[in-house]
């Protein structure tokens, strides 16, 4: 059984900034790939940014967010940076094998103008 248990997020005002934590525990081998989404009201979940095979972003996001893992923790983070109301979501870890994939709770980001 894998857990992945989310923190950080919050209210913040337009060009602030936050970090998105996402911790794995149960039993496990090594992930191929960590990596965050998020869903707005009314959207489809977005892919974000992804750790496995290298870091690749949304086009929205370059520049501002940035993914990186630690694996003696078991733990991938999103640093988030000059956000914007847009970027408001709700944000998901997704940790994953070519074969399942495994969810965090989902953790509220709300960005004010």
């Known amino acids: 059984q894998v857990q992945l248990v989310q923190s950080g997020g919050g209210l913040v005002q337009a060009g602030g900034s936050l970090r998105l934590s996402c911790t794995a525990s149960g039993s496990f081998v090594r992930f191929s790939g960590m990596d965050w989404y998020r869903q707005a009201p009314g959207k489809q979940r977005e892919l974000v940014a992804t750790s496995g095979g290298g870091t690749m972003y949304a086009d929205s996001v370059k520049g501002r967010f940035t993914i990186s893992t630690d694996g003696a923790k078991n733990t991938v983070y999103l640093q988030m940076s000059s956000l914007k109301p847009e970027d408001t979501a709700v944000y998901y870890c997704?940790?994953?094998?070519?074969?399942?994939?495994?969810w965090g709770q989902g953790t509220q980001v709300t960005i004010s103008s």
């Open positions: 997704n940790a994953w094998y070519p074969d399942r994939n495994y």
